[in-house]
T-cell receptor, first 115, second 111 residues
Framework: DTEVTQTPKHLVMGMTNKKSLKCEQH?????MYWYKQKAKKPPELMFV???????INESVPSRFSPECPNSSLLNLHLHALQPEDSALYLC??????????????FGPGTRLTVT | SQKIEQNSEALNIQEGKTATLTCNYT??????LQWYRQDPGRGPVFLLL?????KEKRKERLKVTFDTTLKQSLFHITASQPADSATYLC??????????FGDGTTLTVKP
């Protein structure tokens, strides 16, 4: 199974809502990532978890809160978002071993619209 | 800070020709460079990775080179097909697992 799944596919939320994005992989990967991608722009790294510990936080506002309950799951909790946070949110995973060199597998993304 | 640039925003070629995409980086040398393909509304798909001590990597019709002197990677698709039309992203990586993507080049292969 070389698939990364993300739910939901689409999400519309108001600025006062609280919602969560979910990501799951069953490839045994021990690194998982959240990226944000705006239209016609490249993915921008937000967070990296390595062995279920947060290893990289790219100065993301606190209204985004990541969580890694176990090695297969990654969540992104959203609260009090702004319209400019509307984007495609991508989850990825990789196996951080010397041989695999962080080849990343991406999910299909969650299209988030903040109204 | 490290910067990565893909020279062309768009590239149009005729079916059967070789497409060549360029990725340049500045400042320090990355541990490796990766190339991904992204179709509209979908997540990127990994294609090839080349390490700093490698000159060339091949996979089927794909070839990537890494020139640390020029600070440049070239990505080639030989015998291109309309199905190769997509956005191709170059990304540099560190041993800490952090990847930074270029803006991408949108390739259109015309029949």
């Amino acid at each position: 199974d070389t698939e990364v799944t993300q739910t939901p596919k689409h999400l519309v939320m108001g600025m006062t809502n609280k919602k969560s994005l979910k990501c799951e992989q069953h490839m045994g990967h021990r690194a998982m990532y959240w990226y944000k991608q705006k239209a016609k722009k490249p993915p921008e790294l937000m967070f990296v978890y390595s062995y279920e510990k947060l290893s990289i936080n790219e100065s993301v506002p606190s209204r985004f809160s990541p969580e890694c309950p176990n090695s297969s799951l990654l969540n992104l909790h959203l609260h009090a978002l702004q319209p400019e946070d509307s984007a495609l949110y991508l989850c990825a995973s990789s196996q951080p071993s010397r041989d695999r060199d962080h080849e990343q597998y991406f999910g299909p993304g969650t299209r988030l619209t903040v109204t | 800070s490290q910067k990565i640039e893909q020279n062309s925003e768009a590239l149009n070629i005729q079916e059967g020709k070789t497409a060549t995409l360029t990725c340049n980086y500045t400042n320090y040398s990355p541990a490796y460079l990766q190339w991904y393909r992204q179709d509209p509304g979908r997540g990127p798909v990994f294609l090839l990775l080349i390490r700093e001590n490698e000159k060339e990597k091949r996979k089927e019709r794909l070839k990537v080179t890494f020139d640390t002197t020029l600070k440049q990677s070239l990505f080639h698709i030989t015998a291109s097909q309309p199905a190769d039309s997509a956005t191709y992203l170059c990304a540099y990586g560190t041993n800490a697992g952090k990847s930074t993507f270029g803006d991408g080049t949108t390739l259109t292969v015309k029949p």
